[in-house]
């Protein structure tokens, strides 16, 4: 099976400090990756997409970083968090037309 | 400027009977369409998917209509459980180079079923 995992499952941290967000992905190679955002009361949004090591595509302008040092691994980063990154942090992989997510993690920054 | 639009934010109904979730787009690029699941605190799970080139697809209780005309789809659930309240999110997507398919998500419908 291709099973997404996500580390960690939740996180509280102050504004200001640094993020790091860790995707893994099992069963499969070279998958495209991506990172999204559900925050409050609002649909999921497209943070980052990455089609292999070292190719990352932003969707939205933030302080938010992505990188993809191996094949099935896909982190986001922060060097300084905002209250306004607080919020439900998903990643997915790509199966031919649809996209199947990891179980999340729930960030609050304070 | 949002390119898919679920315009009921909630939805109740009674066990047993159907639940018609409803999805808007405007993007004519768009060519594949999707409906997940949702539970607090959980990922997305995958429900079904319809390619532009059909009007209807089934899986079970589940029934996805897409009506190209209007850029109009919908997802039935006959019957519905209880099991089944969670929030519906349609997505869309479109080749965007290569073999990346980029979703665009609605705002989410909160189904509630009720015994």
């Known amino acids: 099976s291709q099973t997404i995992h996500q580390w960690p499952a939740t996180l509280v941290q102050p504004v200001g400090s640094p993020l790091s967000l860790e995707c893994t992905v099992e069963?499969?190679?070279?998958?495209?990756l991506y990172w999204y955002r559900q925050a409050a009361g609002r649909g999921l949004q497209l943070l980052f997409y990455?089609?292999?090591?070292?190719?990352i595509s932003s969707e939205v302008p933030q302080n938010l970083s992505a990188s993809r040092p191996q094949d099935r691994q896909f982190i986001l980063s922060s060097k300084k968090l905002l209250l306004s990154d607080s919020g439900f942090y998903l990643c997915?992989?790509?199966?031919?037309?649809?996209?199947?997510f990891g179980p999340g993690t729930r960030l609050t920054v304070l | 400027d949002q390119q898919v639009k679920q315009n009921s934010p909630s939805l109740s109904v009674q066990e047993g009977r159907i639940s018609i979730l409803n999805c808007d787009y405007t993007n004519s690029m768009f060519d594949y369409f999707l409906w997940y699941k949702k539970y607090p605190a959980e990922g997305p799970t995958f429900l079904i998917s319809?390619?532009?080139?059909?009007d209807k697809n089934e899986d079970g209780r589940f029934t996805v209509f897409l009506n190209k005309s209007a850029k109009h789809l919908s997802l039935h659930i006959v019957p519905s459980q209880p099991g089944d309240s969670a929030v519906y999110f349609c997505?869309?997507?479109?080749?965007?180079?290569?073999?990346?398919?980029?979703?665009?998500f609605g705002k989410g419908t909160l189904l509630t079923v009720n015994p």
């Open positions: 069963g499969t190679s070279n998958p495209n």
């Open positions: 990455s089609v292999g090591i070292g190719q």
């Open positions: 997915a992989r790509q199966t031919y037309n649809e996209q199947f």
């Open positions: 997505a869309a997507s479109a080749l965007s180079g290569g073999s990346n398919y980029k979703l665009t």
């Open positions: 319809i390619s532009s080139i059909k």
